[in-house]
């Protein structure tokens, strides 16, 4: 299961199951389109340990 804003998509062998309140509608994979964008971010507090970190910078410098 994915959650995507207000929707929910179930995997399924032939279709994408899309639930959105109470509401289910399927998708076939040949009629999906999927988009991605990579973003960066700095992380004001401490990543889950399970978390994969795929690069570091200092976000400031202090000069006295």
Known sequence: M???GKE?????P???L???SGNVGA?????L????QDSHF?????????ARIASARIAS????
């Open 2 to 4: 994915m959650a995507v």
């Open 8 to 12: 929910r998509l179930y995997f399924l």
């Open 14 to 16: 032939d279709v994408v």
């Open 18 to 20: 899309v639930v959105e």
């Open 27 to 31: 998708v076939a994979y040949d009629q």
């Open 33 to 36: 389109s999927v988009q991605w």
């Open 42 to 50: 700095i992380e004001s507090d401490g990543v889950p340990s399970d």
């Open 61 to 64: 410098i202090l000069l006295d």
